[in-house]
């Protein structure tokens, strides 16, 4: 049971448009974190929110933490080929140790 | 932000022979350092978790005696693929947190391990 579950697996866009990632949880997080992950290397940490309806703004990259800190998206406006990658979220869960990784959005921008 | 590295990057043996994989955190001391396997198109999957200075912890279904892990000081975590064989074929990367309680997690920039 993947504990979150990221939509959609797959993503194939032109350049110039916009999308949005969704990472989902029955389960509370105590922060959620977004990576990007590089064909043959290793994940490159984006962000992490900790508050309930946090916004936080990275250039062309908007990433939301839901109220009830269950689920978070990631936008992108205007997508560019330098955004091709593995979109990696995982989570805290209170009381945890372990982080708990969904299974990723593979995106790719064509040119 | 925190840097983690690892070496070597590529590694090509022959079944049966055993491999060791380092990952240093080269700017922080990480009390906890974690090992992934990746298999091609797929998300990570955790093997390990290494505190210094005692027993690795190891997730269901990961043989220890298979992988063996030592986390000998704060900077410098290895993972031993003993008697390897083809199976054994992953992207292996490691993290590490930069002090307790962080949350998040900095990744070294994975092996790739092909047994032939």
């Known amino acids: 049971t993947q504990l979150l579950e990221q939509s959609p697996q797959f993503l194939s866009i032109q350049e110039g448009e916009n999308l949005t990632v969704y990472c989902n949880s029955s389960s509370v997080f105590s922060s959620l974190q977004w990576y990007r992950q590089e064909p043959g290397e290793g994940p490159v940490l984006l962000v992490t929110v900790v508050t309930g309806g946090e916004v936080k703004k990275l250039k062309r990259l908007t990433f939301q933490f839901g109220d009830a800190r269950k689920d978070s998206s990631l936008h992108i406006t205007a997508a560019q080929p330098g955004d091709t990658g593995l979109y990696l979220c995982?989570?805290?869960?209170?009381?945890?140790?372990?982080?708990?990784f969904g299974a990723g959005t593979r995106l790719f921008v064509k040119a | 932000g925190a840097v983690v590295s690892q070496h070597p990057s590529r590694v090509i043996c022959k079944s049966g022979t055993s491999v060791k994989i380092e990952c240093r955190s080269l700017?922080?001391?990480?009390?906890?350092m974690f090992w992934y396997r990746q298999f091609p198109k797929q998300s990570l999957m955790l093997m390990a978790t290494s505190n210094e200075g005692s027993k690795a912890t190891y997730e269901q279904g990961v043989e220890k005696d298979k992988f063996l892990i030592n986390h000998a000081s704060l900077t410098l975590s290895t993972l031993t693929v003993t008697s390897a064989h083809p199976e054994d074929s992953s992207f292996y990367i490691c993290s590490a947190r930069d002090r307790k309680g962080a949350r998040e997690q900095f990744f070294g920039p994975g092996t790739r391990l092909t047994v032939l």
């Open positions: 700017d922080f001391q990480a009390t906890t």
């Open positions: 995982a989570g805290g869960r209170t009381g945890g140790f372990k982080t708990i």
